[in-house]
Nanobody, 124 residues
């Protein structure tokens, strides 16, 4: 079993930055893909970013590319999402997810484990 615990959410003004963390435990993650998704009020959950534990290749949604950066710390089994130049449209609950293998990184169904989510609110 895999446990994912997100942290780092909060309230920030437009133009500001936040860094989300996702601590993973329970497995060896060398072959995993880790992802971030978000769900805004009244909207479906959408893909934000993903990273492969092995090699560190990253993938981003078009809407965040250039502003968000996903990274990992293998020693801490933790992945991060650095979010810069935030706008109110980024307000959502952000979820960390883990996939046992590389499928379609942008699809929820590719992921086997999910965290509880952390709230990000961007004020205008």
């Amino acid at each position: 079993q895999v446990q994912l615990v997100e942290s780092g959410g909060g309230l920030v003004q437009a133009g500001g930055s936040l860094r989300l963390s996702c601590a993973a435990s329970g497995r060896t993650f060398s072959s995993y893909v880790m992802g971030w998704f978000r769900q805004a009020p009244g909207k479906e959950r959408e893909f934000v970013a993903a990273i492969r534990w092995s090699g560190g290749s990253t993938y981003y949604a078009v809407s965040v590319k250039g502003r968000f950066t996903m990274s990992r710390d293998n020693a801490k089994n933790t992945v991060y999402l650095q979010m810069n130049s935030l706008n109110p449209e980024a307000t959502a609950v952000y979820y960390c997810a883990a996939a046992r293998s590389l499928g379609s990184v942008g699809l929820e169904g590719s992921y086997d484990y999910w965290g509880q989510g952390t709230q990000v609110t961007v004020s205008s």
